[in-house]
């Protein structure tokens, strides 16, 4: 299913945006090294909950993951790279933790992801890895105009982790996201452009490149949701939930300046 948003429901995806983006940034304040990544979990169920919020996560419960989610956020550390379920870790210094958050207010789903380094130790492979993923994520952004098409996004994602080296898996990546979390259509993060749907305003995206430093190869981990690098590199992650407009896309989820 493709979801293209009215006017009133759009206002009601900022403010489910507006949300993910502030717990985001907040989680990303509170986690320093000695943290539990299940005290991380527990404070973004608060937040979801005292915002009246309901979690796209703990109920999820699809094909590839083994039974419902059961918690409220995806915590990924080092070699873990999506969908990666809470556990008993207390983060160390020069981790790369990231967290991808997906949240419904108001019937409206916004979905976003940051990785960064837990600590003072900031190996220099992964600061570079965080960057490029980032810096893909704003030129499929920058793509994302009414009456370009999906490829065009994939293709401008794809350019900028291709020239940095990294292998590309197209097997999870962007998608469309509306009345519930994942909808069509699906965006890689590598295609050709002047393919695939015609982007219209109202549609929303998640766009999320992510990417591993010398494989393109998943393997799941025993809690049945973790997905991890085949080769145990460091990965990195960043997603915005953008709105097409009839000129620049809007990011939903972009934390709001101090």
Not at 132 to 149: D, K, S, Y
Not at 164 to 190: C, K, L, W
């Amino acid at each position: 299913m493709i979801e293209i948003l009215n006017p009133a429901e759009l206002v009601r995806a900022k403010g489910a945006g507006t949300l993910v983006a502030t717990i985001l940034q907040t989680l990303r304040t509170r986690s320093a090294v000695g943290t539990n990544l299940l005290d991380i979990d527990r404070w973004a169920k608060a937040m979801i909950v005292d915002a009246g919020a309901q979690s796209c996560y703990v109920d999820y419960a699809p094909s590839f993951g083994r039974g419902p989610f059961g918690h409220y956020i995806c915590t990924a550390v080092n070699d873990a790279v999506l969908h990666g379920k809470p556990r008993d870790y207390r983060l160390a210094d020069g981790d790369l933790l990231t967290l991808d958050l997906a949240v419904s207010l108001d019937g409206i789903a916004a979905d976003s992801a940051i990785s960064f380094i837990v600590g003072d130790t900031k190996p220099a492979e992964s600061m570079a890895m965080i960057e490029t993923t980032e810096r893909a994520l704003r030129a499929g952004i920058a793509a994302a105009r009414p009456g370009a098409r999906i490829g065009d996004i994939s293709h401008a994602i794809g350019t900028v982790l291709s020239a940095a080296g990294y292998p590309i898996n197209t097997e999870f990546g962007g998608h469309g996201i509306g009345s519930t979390m994942h909808q069509d259509p699906h965006v890689p993060n590598t295609g050709r452009p002047g393919r695939g749907f015609t982007l219209r305003p109202g549609l929303l995206l998640a766009l999320e490149p992510w990417v591993m430093v010398d494989t393109a190869e998943l393997v799941t981990d025993a809690d049945g949701w973790t997905l991890r690098s085949a080769t145990g590199c460091r990965t990195a992650h960043s997603e915005h939930t953008i709105a097409i407009t009839d000129g620049e896309p809007e990011i939903l989820t972009l934390p709001t300046p101090a």
